[in-house]
């Protein structure tokens, strides 16, 4: 069975502090993995994705996330926060031989970043 | 690029009322389409998926004589709640891909369905 762990419910970094929200997953075969951001009453934002090639994966607004399969995590981090980064984060995971494409979430982290 | 749009945004309704949403890609043709609930500080729970001129594939759980699910053309889906009732109230988001395996999914900016 497919899926994805965030370990974390909230995670609280002042602004200009580096941040990372944590994910982990469990998929049969080699994953695509995604990070999407969600803003109060908003559907998802796409941040980035991992498909294949080099490890550490970089997005939208300044975030990157690195991919480590030997401890299946893909970790979302940002160097210096901002108190707009403040929202919903999903971490997301779909397998390769997935045809319809279904995506698997995790339960998602609430990110609040203090002035 | 890549935009998905929802519409109505926020929807109220008595109990016994069916309601349609509507999914829209804006700019690209979306083999398949996506159909999502969320509740309150959850994660979102996927309904159904559909492909252009097919059924629909539901979850395993979700009435398919409930929430109806069409997908006519490349560039619209719609999801009917048929017969709505206040525990049908929610937050019903869409997304959208070209179908390749690796592709990105797009999210629709989600409806808030209220039935009274």
């Known amino acids: 069975a497919q899926s994805v762990a965030q370990p974390e419910d909230q995670v609280n970094v002042a602004e200009g502090n580096p941040l990372t929200v944590k994910c982990t997953y469990s998929v049969s075969g080699n994953p695509y993995l995604f990070w999407y951001v969600q803003y109060p009453n908003r559907g998802l934002q796409f941040l980035l994705k991992?498909?294949?090639?080099?490890?550490l994966v970089k997005g939208s607004y300044g975030f990157e996330a690195e991919f480590n399969k030997s401890q299946t995590s893909f970790h979302l981090k940002k160097p210096s926060a901002l108190v707009s980064d403040s929202a919903l984060y999903f971490c997301?995971?779909?397998?390769?031989?997935?045809?319809?494409?279904?995506?698997?979430f995790g339960r998602g982290t609430q990110l609040t970043v203090w002035p | 690029g890549a935009v998905v749009s929802q519409h109505p945004s926020r929807v109220i309704c008595k109990s016994g009322t069916s309601v349609k949403i509507e999914c829209r890609s804006l700019?690209?043709?979306?083999?398949?389409m996506f159909w999502y609930r969320q509740f309150p500080k959850k994660s979102l729970m996927l309904m159904a998926t559909s492909n252009e001129g097919s059924k629909a594939t539901y979850e395993q759980g979700v009435e398919k004589d409930k929430f109806l699910i069409n997908h006519a053309s490349l560039t619209l889906s719609t999801l009917t709640v048929t017969s709505a009732h206040p525990e049908d109230s929610s937050f019903y988001i869409c997304s959208a891909s070209l179908g390749r395996r690796e592709e990105t999914q797009y999210f629709g900016p989600g409806t808030r369905l209220l039935v009274l």
């Open positions: 991992y498909i294949t090639g080099d490890n």
């Open positions: 997301a995971v779909r397998t390769r031989g997935s045809t319809l494409g279904r995506l698997y």
């Open positions: 700019d690209f043709q979306a083999t398949t």
